[in-house]
């Protein structure tokens, strides 16, 4: 990636970097980090040999809870399986299209397995931190991949809609009791055709806050945000919406979950009660 620090700061947040930022501006990890764009539009060009590898490995190195390391993913190339997960992920034509899908896994059964072996008990992982542990071990190890795939001048999306219908998903991907597929993520070539822009974020004051909890600027700093957001809504093509109101149509109801609001049920059939 070589756009600016400067220019990748304008783009995120719509406004100057401050000075003391831009005394990073050699930092090419930071300037990778900071041009993260969402591709829904792939080649089908295979990735390059070694790139799952690679990226699996930056996973891998990511912290993981008392080095439990209770995640899994499964890469799924199969043309066949991918059309069918697009169709269990909302129809996302993205997921059939790219040439690679993952799929991260909060997985407790290689622990129980271990158990097992040990000729031991896990009651441990029957509880709500177990499951929380393992979700968050997934994802920081999700985020190292993607990161890596950016590097190598791949692109990404997550799938959340892996989640619309978790028990039809662990079928597919024959997955063992007490393992949850949490998020997909597909990844290829950006199609150049089709190039995907840098999303405003938040103002930063809104989310970083010093020393203790302030939400007294939130009001004005989100209404500055919402001017931004439409902005790039309207040079994308897409409708102006201010993002106030699409995020508080989204959670008005449960109707707004799609259907997982039955997450705690699945989670439960499928090996997590949830203690
Ligand atoms: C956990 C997670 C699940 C997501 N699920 C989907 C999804 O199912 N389909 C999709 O097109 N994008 C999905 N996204 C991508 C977000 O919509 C995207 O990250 C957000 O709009 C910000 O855009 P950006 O990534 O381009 O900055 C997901 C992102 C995350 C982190």
């Not at 040439?99 to 097992?116: G, K, M, N, T, Y």
């Not at 309207?234 to 997982?260: N, Y």
């Amino acid at each position: 990636m070589n756009e600016t620090l400067a220019a990748l700061w304008q783009a995120r947040y719509r406004e100057n970097a401050p000075t003391e930022a831009l005394a990073f501006s050699e930092n090419a990890t930071v300037r990778d980090l900071m041009a993260h764009r969402s591709v829904r539009a792939y080649l089908s060009e295979p990735l390059p040999a070694g790139a799952l590898e690679i990226a699996v490995a930056a996973a891998q190195s990511a912290a993981t809870s008392s080095n439990l390391q209770a995640w899994s993913v499964i890469a799924v190339e199969d043309p066949e399986r991918r059309a069918r997960l697009a169709t269990l992920s909302g129809e996302q034509k993205h997921v059939a299209a790219a040439p690679l899908f993952l799929a991260w896994i909060a997985d407790l059964s290689r622990l129980e397995r271990l158990a097992q072996r040990h000729h031991t008990t896990a009651d441990a992982l029957d509880y709500t931190e177990a499951f929380m542990l393992a979700t968050i071990d997934a994802s920081l190890a999700a985020q190292n991949a993607v990161a890596a795939f950016e590097s190598l001048g791949l692109g990404t999306v997550y799938i959340g809609g892996l989640r619309n219908h978790p028990e039809a998903v662990a079928k597919e991907l024959n997955l063992p009791p007490r393992a949850f597929a949490l998020f997909g993520l597909c990844v290829g070539y950006p199609d150049p055709a089709q190039p995907a822009a840098i999303k405003p974020r938040l103002p930063q004051k809104a989310v970083l806050h010093r020393e203790g909890y302030d939400a007294a600027a939130e009001e004005s700093l989100i209404a500055e945000y919402n001017a931004r957001a439409d902005s790039f809504q309207r040079e994308q093509g897409l409708p102006s919406r201010a993002w106030s109101e699409a995020m508080v149509r989204r959670i008005a109801k449960k109707e707004g979950l799609h259907g997982r609001e039955i997450m705690h049920e699945s989670l439960e059939k499928l090996g997590f009660p949830l203690k």
